[in-house]
């Protein structure tokens, strides 16, 4: 791309898939500036921990020169799974091999750091929220924040999550509830203070499910363990009975009600957790999400495509959507020419995944899991490696 004019492009949101679209483009030589609400990379909690594909975050983490970086905070061991039933028959047990590497996990909060410290000092804005966007002739908008704050771009970049505001330039949409709520548990000093989760838990992840409810867990760093209590219900049906979170034995009163006559070696992630629950309401853009070709504006990551956690595709299309965002600008003449280009591309890939919400279904369904219901996940890894070999060599 022409570097003179330089184009002014801003990213909307400093998650992975933003700070991968705004390295890359650095390392071409390309003047970016990220737009973020939050105070700084660490003012708040970024959630649990993430598995990156060989075939797609790993690769954007190469592009963008990091990916040994990578390698040395994650945890090869956390792909360790293990799923159960509610009456803690195990199902299956993976362990990986010590040279397993097709999906290492690594916690949000270290991946974000990790990108925001690759960039040049002041690119990305901290306190900056987006309150409108303004569309001007011949395709630039005008961004407004809360801190009074304008900036015209040639490009605006929408990295800005579910509840986008750069989303309504290009569509409609908006997410929908998939009737799975979750409730997330935190245990810390996990390996002193909690060693029977500890055990139950392993270096991975563990799945119990059964009669629409299920009990997930997984390791964090630093003796960090998350775990995610499942249940299809309402959105926010403790807020709307006035069962506030707050009030943490309520809710746990609650919820061993929910789950009578699951293994007590399961219950420890209901009534063992430091601290209240946190409220997590599992939302999707029903798949395909498209829209027409906007000039002076795109979306990547959960703007996008928001999906459901299974499957882990949601942070890992984000950071290859902004890998390839930034690579088509360092190679089309034009911004148009290069969001055509990208969207041509992610469009299908998004919609091909699709939303995950009918996983989430089956996962959380009637009855028990049997056997039959459990991935192959030796033969997942090897498709992830399959997938990064043919990537690479298009």
């Not at 959380?364 to 030796?378: E, I, N, Q, S, T």
Request: charge should be negative.
């Amino acid at each position: 791309m022409p570097t003179t004019p330089a184009p002014r492009i801003a990213v909307i949101g400093a998650g992975p898939g933003g700070l991968a679209c705004a390295r890359v483009l650095q390392r071409h030589g390309i003047g970016v500036t990220v737009y973020d609400r939050d105070a700084s990379a660490d003012a708040r909690d970024q959630g649990g921990t993430l598995d990156l594909h060989a075939d797609s975050g790993q690769i954007a983490l190469q592009e963008a020169g990091l990916l040994d970086d990578f390698h040395a905070l994650a945890r090869p061991e956390g792909q360790a799974m293990r799923m159960l039933t509610r009456h803690g028959e195990v199902l299956v047990d993976y362990r990986p091999t010590d040279a397993e590497d097709a999906a290492p996990e690594i916690d949000r909060g270290r991946l974000r750091t990790l990108l925001a410290n690759s960039l040049t000092p002041g690119t990305v804005r901290w306190g900056h929220t987006l309150t409108s966007v303004t569309p001007h002739p011949a395709g630039t908008h005008r961004l407004t924040f809360d801190n009074g704050v304008t900036r015209d771009v040639d490009l605006v970049i929408g990295a800005d999550g579910a509840w986008s505001r750069v989303r309504p330039l290009v569509s409609a949409a908006t997410p929908v509830h998939t009737g799975v709520t979750f409730l997330e548990a935190r245990f810390d000093k996990v390996d002193t203070e909690h060693p029977a989760v500890a055990e139950l838990v392993g270096d991975g992840q563990v799945f119990a499910t059964g009669d629409h409810k299920g009990l997930i867990a997984q390791r964090n760093s630093e003796q960090h363990v998350r775990a995610y209590i499942a249940l299809r219900d309402d959105e926010d049906r403790y807020r709307a009975a006035g069962n506030g979170l707050d009030d943490t034995e309520a809710v746990r009163a609650a919820l061993l009600r929910a789950f009578a006559g699951w293994d007590e070696r399961l219950l420890v992630l209901i009534t063992d957790n430091d601290g209240p629950y946190v409220n997590r309401p599992l939302f999707v853009l029903p798949a395909p999400h498209t829209w027409p070709h906007t000039p002076g504006v795109t979306l990547l990551g959960d703007a996008a495509h928001l999906m459901t956690p299974l499957g882990g595709n949601g942070a890992n299309f984000a950071l290859l959507d902004g890998c390839e965002l930034a690579l088509a600008l360092a190679r089309h003449d034009t911004l148009d020419e290069a969001v055509t280009a990208y969207e041509r591309t992610m469009l299908p890939r998004a919609a091909a995944a699709g939303d995950g919400a009918a996983a989430l279904k089956s996962l959380l369904g009637p009855g028990d899991r049997g056997r039959a219901d459990v991935p192959d996940f030796a033969e997942e890894k090897e498709r992830y490696r399959q997938g990064a070999a043919a990537y690479r060599s298009r």
